[in-house]
């Protein structure tokens, strides 16, 4: 299996052919997230993502050298490699608390759209504690999503929560973003200039740049106008946000995203 495959192998696909050869929610990738947020918690969201095109090839490499390596050949939806399973990645969402219902489907190998209900935004695990550092908003036991009927919300990105996100998703975006060195999942204490340095040297700039201009693009609908916003810009009661990826990829620093409304 994959997975097997890249604790046996990675250092050997860690080179040059991985380069001859040459992002869903992560690596490199364009992703929009519309949604509707009500006032008693529930909220309803629309996600179209797809992998920049450097990565694509990146990825199509990688997942046919695991393929040769472990006899197996990755999926496939009409006679095309599908370097990530939507509907997988959707039962993975779904066992998550404050998830009511996800439908993922493929509109490509590397992309993916569909809707996410949640029952309570502020219903995902508690954030574990860390042995030293600063743990910055998610202190143990915290929860890196508050939400507040009256009319606020909170959201805390960071060396705790950042991995926590990671693990709704299938295990194969853990894979590709540990192929990527990516210190949300190596636990790797680097900057963001360090990390894309690092992806540099493996992989070549141009990779690195990509990565680098990747955003996720936010935008959420709030019951009544917002009054004050961290972290993005609002227009009555319509909150937009622009997420560099490398701030997902590489938690350094805690990232707060706050909307209120009244």
Not at 99 to 128: E, K, M
Not at 229 to 234: D, E, F, N, V, Y
Request: glycine share 8%; aromatic share 8%.
């Amino acid at each position: 299996m994959l997975r097997a495959a890249l604790r046996s192998y990675r250092f050997l696909l860690f080179g040059p052919v991985l380069l001859i050869g040459a992002s869903v929610f992560f690596p490199s990738c364009s992703a929009r997230i519309e949604g509707t947020l009500r006032q008693d918690g529930t909220a309803e969201l629309r996600v179209d993502a797809s992998l920049e095109p450097r990565m694509t090839a990146l990825i199509r490499s990688l997942s046919r050298m695991m393929g040769s390596l472990s006899g197996e050949t990755g999926s496939s939806s009409g006679g095309e490699e599908r370097f990530f399973d939507g509907p997988s990645i959707a039962k993975s969402m779904a066992a998550a608390p404050g998830v009511a219902a996800v439908s993922l489907v493929n509109t490509g190998p590397t992309a993916i759209a569909g809707t996410i209900s949640l029952s309570r935004v502020d219903a995902f695990p508690s954030a574990p504690a860390l042995s030293g550092g600063d743990t910055g908003g998610a202190a143990a036991g915290s929860r890196f999503i508050r939400y507040e009927p009256e009319g606020r919300l909170l959201i805390t990105v960071d060396r705790a929560s950042a991995p926590l996100l990671l693990s709704l998703f299938s295990p194969e975006i853990s894979d590709y973003l540990s192929a990527l060195m990516a210190p949300v999942v190596t636990g790797e204490n680097l900057t963001r200039s360090e990390y894309l340095d690092l992806v540099t040297s493996f992989y070549g700039r141009p990779l690195a740049d990509e990565i680098a201009a990747s955003r996720i693009a936010i935008t959420i609908d709030f019951p009544r106008p917002v009054t004050a916003i961290t972290g993005g810009t609002a227009r009555d009661n319509r909150a937009r946000f622009s997420l560099p990826l490398t701030d997902f990829l590489v938690p350094e620093k805690s990232l707060v995203y706050e909307v209120v409304w009244k």
